[in-house]
């Protein structure tokens, strides 16, 4: 069953990528009848407003079968597991560390696909206003079939930790097993097929701004998340009719609207705003030579920055296996208290700052 995927990415991150199904479908210039190859609609998927400078800028133009904007209006979809913001009404506040045991994977007479089995952990913010940040995990034993899925909120940044994800986007399809991690970003649709059966893992949502590598400074150019491993899909498009339901996240809310074709028809599509996945085992760890224990920043793979400078939004930092040696040292991990939020999952193995107890697939 578990058979090695042997899909084609584009490598790098933030970069400028182009990719073609077919021959001479990205158009270079303007063609003179002012049609795109192929008789195909060019559409901009905008990720930044138009007006950001360009270093922080990112859009990606998709030319497709047909446009996006071919469907049924929007009906709301109830989700009863989803939280939209993050105010006392919504939620229990408490200041007490808290510790979840795994999630469990559905075992009621229910089949749940991905978005079906996204549960709200915690958060901090509010989607309308694109500031803060949410924790989902997300709890599934179905593929989605015929249904895909976009995010207007923000940004996912999706962690499995049992079974393989085949994310079919707009811009191809990504393969993520447990160890790798995958973003999508806002706007984007993407459907999640479930080659290993059940599946659960860690989503990340960052509402307000994306995710980037964290700066290096005297490290130098090299190390950490290294941008060659991070891995775009190619152009995979498909032209058909058939019954489609397209669920949009709103404001935190639910919608869905149905459509009557298959809306991964992109067959070409040039830019910098488009999904990537990346294998934590490429994470080249740094850590003491001489004495005591770095602060866990040292561990960033991807940073949300906000608009203050050194604070972000969000981090995402793993503890990967590695050697921690040190001389004179207090015993390491340190006890810390900090200004930040902290979640931690668990994908594989133990994690040495923690007393037994946490497994993976669990919280805390
Ligand atoms: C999903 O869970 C339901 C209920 O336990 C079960 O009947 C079904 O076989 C499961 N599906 C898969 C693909 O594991
Ligand atoms: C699902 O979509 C495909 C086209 O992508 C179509 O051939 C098929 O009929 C659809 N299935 C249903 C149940 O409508």
Redesign the pocket.
């Known amino acids: 069953m578990t058979t090695k995927s042997s899909r084609q990415y584009l490598s790098g991150f933030g970069s400028h990528l182009t990719s073609e199904a077919l021959p001479g479908a990205l158009p270079i210039g303007q063609n003179s009848p002012q049609v795109c190859p192929y008789n195909l609609y060019a559409e901009q998927l905008s990720g930044t407003a138009f007006t950001v400078p360009r270093t922080h800028n990112q859009r990606s133009w998709l030319y497709r079968i047909r446009p996006s904007v071919c469907h049924k209006p929007f009906e709301k979809l109830e989700h009863s597991h989803l939280l939209s913001s993050f105010d006392k009404k919504n939620c229990v506040i408490t200041p007490t560390q808290i510790r979840w045991s795994p999630f469990d994977i559905p075992e009621t007479n229910e089949e749940t696909d991905f978005v079906q089995g996204l549960k709200t952990v915690c958060g901090a913010g509010d989607p309308s206003v694109k500031e803060g940040l949410a924790i989902h995990v997300y709890l599934a034993n179905k593929s989605m079939?015929?249904t895909t899925f976009y995010n207007s909120d923000g940004d996912f940044l999706i962690v499995p930790q049992q079974g393989r994800l085949e994310i079919r986007t707009e811009f191809g399809y990504i393969d993520v097993d447990p160890n790798e991690i995958c973003v999508i970003q806002r706007g984007i649709k993407f459907s999640v097929a479930l080659p290993d059966g059940p599946s659960r893992g860690y989503v990340l949502e960052v509402f307000g701004s994306h995710f980037e590598l964290p700066d290096l400074g005297p490290i130098g150019a090299n190390g950490l998340a290294n941008p060659r491993d991070f891995q775009t899909p190619v152009a995979a498009y498909?032209e058909?009719?058939?019954?489609?339901s397209m669920i949009s996240k709103f404001d935190g809310e639910l919608f869905v609207a149905e459509m009557d074709?298959?809306p991964?028809n992109v067959v070409a599509w040039h830019g910098n705003y488009a999904p990537y996945k990346y294998n934590l085992a490429h994470f080249n760890a740094m850590n003491t030579v001489t004495f005591d224990h770095p602060d866990p920043s040292i561990f960033t793979v991807l940073t949300c920055k906000s608009a203050y400078p050194g604070v972000a939004i969000a981090d995402f930092v793993i503890f990967p296996p590695r050697w921690a040696c040190g001389e004179h040292t207090f015993r390491p991990p340190y006890f810390h208290r900090n200004c930040m939020s902290e979640f931690m999952g668990l994908i594989t193995g133990e994690y040495e700052a923690k007393a037994g107890g946490f497994l993976p697939g669990a919280g805390r």
């Open positions: 079939v015929n498909e058909s009719q058939g019954d489609w074709h298959c991964y």
